[in-house]
Each structure stands twice: as structure tokens, then as C-alpha cells.
């Protein structure tokens, strides 16, 4: 079983930054790949960005390419997510997940889930 545990989210203004953590625990971390999803008010969970299990790999959704990056440090069991120039659009509860199999932009590949941090931008 993995434990994982978000933090960093907050209510910041339109342009600003914020970097998300995940903290994991309960399995080799190096052996999972991760992701980070997000779901705002009255949609559906989305996909933002994935990382494999070295960190050599990543994927990046289109909405956030360019100003979201995920990064992960094995040593600490631990995945980001720097968020830059945020916007209105990108308020929503975000979740990192860890595939024990999978890199993937699909829920449902996805074996393990955060409780989710909430990030709000204001404009």
C-alpha cells in the first residue's frame, strides 16, 4: 500500500506562482510513476502532468504546457508541481496519483490517490 499526502496549495492571485508537493510513503517510491490531476467546480478530474519512475519521462498536459512542471526527488519520496503565471481556470483540488505499472494520462491507470490540495486563483 502507498500513502500519499499533497501540500502547497493556497489562494494566490492571477500571474502569480505555487509549487505543490507530494509526499509518498509505504513503497518503493522509484518504482512508481506519478501523476498530477486536478478537478475544479462542476467538471470532471483532468489530467496535468506525469512523471516516470527515474524522473526521465515526463508528460504535460496542452492547458498547462509551458507554465506547469512536474519533477520528483526519489531521495525524498517526493513529486512537484511548480505552477507559474496560474490562472482563473486553474482553480481546482489537486491530486497526485502513483501507477505501479502505468505511464499515463488516464485515471484509471492510476493504483494510488492523494486526498488533494486545494489551489484557488483569483483574478
Known amino acids: 500500500q502507498v500513502q500519499l499526502v499533497e501540500s502547497g496549495g493556497g489562494l494566490v492571485q492571477a500571474g502569480d506562482s505555487l509549487t505543490l508537493s507530494c509526499a509518498a510513503s509505504g513503497r518503493t517510491f522509484s518504482s512508481l510513476a506519478m501523476g498530477w490531476f486536478r478537478q475544479g467546480p462542476g467538471k470532471e478530474r483532468e489530467f496535468v502532468a506525469a512523471i516516470t519512475g527515474g524522473g526521465r519521462n515526463t508528460d504535460t498536459a496542452d492547458s498547462v504546457r509551458g507554465r506547469f512542471t512536474i519533477a520528483r526527488d526519489n531521495a525524498k519520496n517526493t513529486v512537484y508541481l511548480q505552477m507559474n503565471n496560474l490562472k482563473p481556470e486553474d482553480t481546482a483540488l489537486y491530486y497526485c496519483?502513483?501507477?505501479?505499472?502505468?505511464?499515463?494520462?488516464?485515471?484509471?491507470?492510476?493504483?494510488?490517490w492523494g486526498q488533494g490540495t486545494q489551489v484557488t486563483v483569483s483574478s
Open positions: 496519483a502513483g501507477s505501479a505499472r502505468w505511464f499515463s494520462r488516464a485515471t484509471g491507470r492510476y493504483d494510488y
